[in-house]
């Protein structure tokens, strides 16, 4: 069994224990109180950006950042100590093929259209001896975590350039530590995401191959997600989520200068780099092929203990 059932199995006991955090009030002006568990990463942007401009007040919400760490996310939706959470599509299809009861209640951000504006690349030493990604074979990638999104993205990618992906070696490494693991020969290539690409490039690094490679248009990449007791029991309050939700994706597409200017207030990317990084492509539009994609993706890695399916993971 794959590390990431374990952790999927342990959120399924916490939900089985029935761990209870207090419900969120009604303020005094009548907004509904939503507590949204938010990782600090560029992904979050939009949403972050919206609440400073009040679309969500004005949709009846009073949003409040509850920010985490990734396995804190649903946990913290299962408990009832946040009503919305922010992950990725493949780690809500992989909670529901362990049985944990989350779905999926907003697009927020999606690739590109040009992979090499990605916010997730492999990148290999400049002057090194990998020059094309079949050269990757029988040598080691560094990646965050195994089988989470930039993981999943790039084995697709090496896939789909041709790659055998099963004499490919990935090791486990924070983002930070990466481009000195690189330099310091200790990996022949690493999966850095924003803003840890362009410190790569800073530190000599050169972009391999782009995480979205082999990807097609419509693949959900971040997303907003809550338990499904929450969705059946206050479907209005998530349907007014996902309204505002789209107005700021919205914004923030059409105000990339205001959105790299908040990055710094609720991320660890320092202001000098919150003006240079790639940023993803905020929409809410995701299309279902693109959720099955992920769910073929997970299957034939075999991620989880049965084949994964995409039916009923978002709304």
């Not at 492999?122 to 195994?146: C, M, N, S």
């Not at 789909?160 to 022949?188: C, H, I, N, Q, Y």
Request: with cysteine.
């Amino acid at each position: 069994m794959r590390r990431s059932c374990f952790v999927t199995a342990a959120i399924l006991a916490l939900s089985i224990a029935g761990c209870g955090g207090e419900p969120a009030p009604t303020t005094s002006d009548g907004l509904r109180t939503v507590r949204v568990s938010t990782i600090g990463v560029s992904g979050a942007a939009a949403m972050v950006l919206g609440v400073r401009q009040g679309f969500f007040r004005e949709a009846g919400l009073d949003v409040r950042v509850v920010p985490a760490e990734a396995p804190a996310v649903i946990p913290s939706l299962l408990s009832g100590d946040a009503e919305i959470g922010f992950l990725n599509a493949p780690a809500v299809l992989l909670a529901r093929s362990n049985g944990v009861p989350v779905v999926a209640v907003a697009n927020t951000s999606a690739n590109p259209a040009d992979p090499a504006e990605n916010n997730i690349q492999l990148q290999v030493a400049a002057d090194g001896p990998i020059t094309a990604p079949k050269d990757l074979e029988g040598r080691t990638v560094a990646v965050d975590t195994l089988f989470q999104l930039p993981h999943l993205s790039i084995l697709n990618a090496l896939a789909s350039a041709g790659v055998d992906v099963t004499r490919v070696k990935f090791s486990e490494l924070p983002f930070p530590a990466m481009a000195d693991a690189l330099t310091g020969g200790k990996v022949d290539a690493i999966l850095p995401a924003e803003p840890f690409v362009t410190a790569g490039l800073a530190a000599g690094a050169r972009d391999l191959l782009s995480g979205s490679a082999g990807q097609p248009d419509g693949v959900p990449q971040s997303v907003f997600l809550a338990s499904e007791r929450f969705t059946a029991s206050d479907r209005a309050t998530v349907d007014r989520f996902r309204t505002a939700l789209t107005r700021a994706c919205e914004y923030a597409q059409a105000h990339p200068d205001e959105l790299r200017a908040i990055l710094p207030t609720y991320t660890k990317v320092a202001a000098d780099l919150a003006g240079r990084i790639r940023l993803p492509v905020y929409t809410t539009a995701a299309a279902p092929a693109g959720w099955q994609r992920w769910a073929d993706i997970l299957t034939r890695q075999q991620v989880a203990k049965k084949p994964v399916s995409a039916e009923g993971a978002y709304l």
